[in-house]
């Protein structure tokens, strides 16, 4: 038996075990592995916006391989795919040949282009792939739940029908895909038996034609192994003549996808995706909420490493995560949020400026403080202030808080004893690195 009909068994395995990395990612079990979602493609994407060198040479490798060998990518390297392929051999539907819905991926990808344009990531953070995986793997929000329902509907119905008309990875990938080297061919020698159309999870492969559409096509490589008479090869060769129909099919896509991108850039400026002035306080390096939230798409991978649980999913999942210090402190030691973030949308803060960086500001209430109301001795507040911000008098009260020093971390809020804390954190408008900030003891 020739090495094509293990193909489908190498690329499970493959998928399995990169799919078994993303599951102890996504669960925060494997912080040092979080540096391989930066590599996911709509993050290089997004980091190329910022002007960062290491998604565009990441981003230019991603499209190489495509280019050689095709959509690789979506079989093995991308979790929301893989999600996909479980359902699918769980339906044990068979697969058919689908219509090349070129038009609708077009436009989609134009609509997106133009929102992340125009400034708003909601394309992203409805059709990314990777941080929709997130938001089913990583949260137990009404938006991960949705998603979940949906993907499995799609799946159930027409397979792989969002990687091949929804996606808007898989329509890039697809257009370098549809003129690789390496392709996926059907010989002369085809009985037409059909096991190849029946495996098939895009429903790419037009066996009247003896054609297999290299841009729709996922590389899961089923049709190789199905194959009873060793019809289907994956070889280089050159891309099949384009026809009048084709440059016809050329033009309308990319006028689909102008009008998608006007549209999309239209809307985006129009104001109505505007953030409303309602502060929250965020993660360290994510500087101000308007900004923020037209960056993080929700892929909750901050939300699973937060050693303290204070990274939140936005209510019911539908927006930018935030930190709830109610629930903690934001730890002077960490700066996990920024190191795992794939999008750029927290900023990576070395550790001795992300100490530095202010991110709320604490208040205080002497009404509420038993210190000052009973005569208590307490503290606690300036005891673990990292910052040097909050000092005690002898009588243990706390004297005036030096904002020039306070960081915003929650810490005081924390161990406040006080049934209505005396000390409170409050949201800023814009994050900054405070100049003269003397570190104290640590966390």
């Known amino acids: 038996m020739k090495l094509k ?22 669960w925060g079990l494997a912080l040092s592995l979080s540096f391989l979602f930066k590599f996911q493609a709509e993050s290089l994407v997004m980091r190329l916006a910022g002007l960062s060198a290491s998604a565009a040479i990441m981003l230019a490798l991603l499209l190489g391989i495509t280019v050689t060998f095709g959509r690789f990518y979506c079989s093995f390297c991308c979790p929301f795919g893989i999600i996909q392929d479980v359902f699918i051999l769980l339906s044990r539907r068979k697969g058919k040949v689908r219509k090349n819905l070129f038009l609708l991926r077009y436009l989609i990808a134009g609509i997106i282009a133009g929102l992340f344009a125009g400034g708003s990531n909601l394309g992203f953070f409805l059709l990314a792939p990777y941080s929709n995986a997130g938001r089913v793997l990583a949260s137990f929000t009404l938006s991960g739940a949705i998603v979940l329902f949906l993907i499995i509907v799609l799946a159930v119905w027409k397979q792989r029908i969002f990687c091949t008309a929804l996606c808007p990875v898989g329509t890039i990938l697809g257009v370098f895909s549809r003129f690789g080297i390496f ?9 037409h038996c059909g096991k190849c159309v029946t495996v098939c999870p895009a429903g790419c492969i037009d066996i009247k034609e003896n054609t ?5 096509c996922i590389r899961c490589m089923a049709c190789m192994s199905a194959c009873p008479k060793e019809c289907i090869s994956f070889s280089p060769g050159k891309p099949e003549k384009i026809q009048s129909s084709e440059r016809r099919r050329f033009l309308i896509s990319a006028g689909s996808f102008i009008a998608g991108l006007t549209a999309g850039f239209i809307f985006a400026k129009s104001g109505l995706l505007k953030v409303g002035r309602k502060l929250k306080i965020l993660p360290p390096g994510a500087g101000n909420p308007a900004v923020f939230a037209n960056k993080c798409t929700a892929c909750m991978l901050c939300v699973v490493n937060c050693p303290t649980d204070i990274i939140v999913p936005s209510p019911y999942g539908m927006g930018a995560v935030e930190l709830d210090l109610e629930q903690g402190s934001c730890l002077y030691n960490c700066n996990r949020c920024g190191n795992v973030c794939p999008t750029g949308a927290i900023t990576p803060l070395a550790l001795p400026v992300k100490r530095r960086m202010k991110i709320a500001e604490a208040k205080f209430d002497p009404r509420n403080c038993i210190a000052f109301q009973d005569g208590e001795k307490c503290g606690r507040c300036g005891k673990v202030c990292p910052t040097g911000a909050i000092t005690l008098r002898k009588n243990t009260t706390p004297r005036p808080i030096k904002k020039h020093l306070c960081i915003g971390c929650g810490a005081c ?23 003269d900030t003397t570190e104290g003891e640590e966390n």
């Open 5 to 26: 009909k293990y193909a489908v068994i190498i690329r499970v395995i493959a998928a399995g075990l990169f799919f078994a990395l993303s599951l102890l990612v996504f």
């Open 212 to 216: 297999i559409d290299n841009a729709r």
């Open 183 to 191: 392709r996926l061919k059907i010989s002369a020698d085809c009985v």
């Open 413 to 435: 809020q924390q161990v406040c004893p006080a049934a209505q804390k005396a000390m409170t954190v409050s949201p800023i408008e814009y994050q900054k690195v405070l100049s």
